[in-house]
């Protein structure tokens, strides 16, 4: 379920008690879990429940993956229901800690931002491009809101353009150039009469509105099954009924491939991969009152793993670590042309 699906068309509540439950049930998927009932809790109107479960993961004894992405979402989640002390509190620490992780640092800045705190979004922003993008060759696609955002805020400001402006300008990929969706004297042409202006707002708009539901969207991705060497041999020889599925490993990975790329060439969005382990294997299929040799169970597996928030994003940036495993980047290896 998406964590930002209207609540017209989705109980909120129900859903964050389903994933709630779910991670009772899977406490090593717990953060993950947890982190989308939030979601739901606050667009449900609970903040107060959306806290407790961030401070639910917070005091927990397994070392989170993404502390934090946690410690942001909570602080963002208070100031919207006035702990405004807190939240800065929170964020103070965050900017302190300085985290490699674009993630937080977008929450954090976007809400300094929401409620107006212009000057303070800016040098957040800042920091984080600086710490993160300096030297980097290619800006990866997690930190592009970082720039987007800081352009938005210098345009506010009424900043002159300067290089990391200039590099959210080459990354920027839709109809609608920066400069005019940030350009904080839109509001002024709503009230125009001149049609061709209302015709440009409303692209502007439309731009505005798609780059925000990607960024927002967080549906399950179309998942597939990746066995690393040592599963995959423990796998088939257990259950060699599944040989016909996986005849080599190599096999196997170029599968992988070739099958995301087909599945991309179609159109399908959101693509991602699991990685699966022959003791949850067998665990899923006795959930499932199942034999594991059957073929079958191997696509139900990968969408539970996906539901449960195993999925990694496919494809990778070129120059990240292929999802195989080789230790090569994705574009020297399965990304090659």
């Known amino acids: 379920m998406r964590p930002d699906t209207p609540a017209e068309n989705v109980d909120h509540t129900a859903e964050a008690a389903r994933l709630e439950r779910t991670a009772d049930l899977y406490p090593e998927d717990a953060e993950a879990l947890l982190l989308r009932a ?20 917070l005091a927990s004894d397994a070392a989170l993956e993404q502390p934090f992405l946690v410690r942001a979402l909570k ?28 993630a937080p640092w977008v929450i954090v800045a976007e809400s300094l931002e929401a409620h107006d705190e212009l000057e303070q979004a800016h040098e957040t922003y800042t920091q984080a491009v600086r710490l993160l993008l300096t030297g980097a060759p290619q800006p990866p696609r997690a930190a592009h809101p970082l720039l987007f955002g800081r352009h938005r805020v210098r345009r ?17 990929t839709l109809p609608i150039t920066l400069d005019e969706l940030h350009d904080p004297k839109r509001v002024w042409s709503l009230g125009s009469e001149n049609p061709a202006e209302l015709q440009a707002e409303i ?17 399950f991705p179309v998942a597939v099954l990746h066995w690393p060497a040592a599963e995959l041999t423990e796998l088939t020889e257990a259950y060699p009924a599944l040989a016909e599925e ?3 490993y190599e096999a196997h990975l170029a599968s992988i491939e070739a099958d995301l790329r087909e599945l ?33 169970l191997l696509p139900q597996y990968a969408t539970t793993l996906a539901a449960r928030g195993r ?27």
């Open 156 to 172: 506010m400001l009424g900043a002159t353009h300067d290089e990391w402006d200039a590099l959210a300008d080459t990354v920027h």
């Open 203 to 219: 692209l502007r708009l439309r731009a505005e509105v798609g780059a925000f539901r990607e960024a927002m969207s967080r549906p």
């Open 246 to 248: 996986y005849p080599s």
């Open 38 to 57: 939030a979601a739901h809790r606050e667009l449900s109107g609970d903040r107060p429940a959306a806290t407790t479960l961030y401070d639910r993961l």
């Open 311 to 337: 999925a990694t994003a496919w494809p990778p940036e070129r120059t990240a670590a292929c999802w195989c495993g080789s230790g090569r980047t994705y574009g020297d290896c399965h990304g090659a042309d």
């Open 264 to 296: 991309s060439a179609s159109g399908t969005g959101n693509l991602g991969i699991v990685t699966g382990t022959v003791p949850s294997y067998e665990a899923f299929a006795a959930s499932e009152l199942t034999s594991p040799a059957d073929p079958a």
């Open 75 to 102: 602080a963002s989640n208070l100031w919207e229901y006035g702990h405004e002390a807190e939240a800065r509190a929170i964020i103070t620490g965050i900017r302190s800690a300085a985290p490699r992780d674009p």
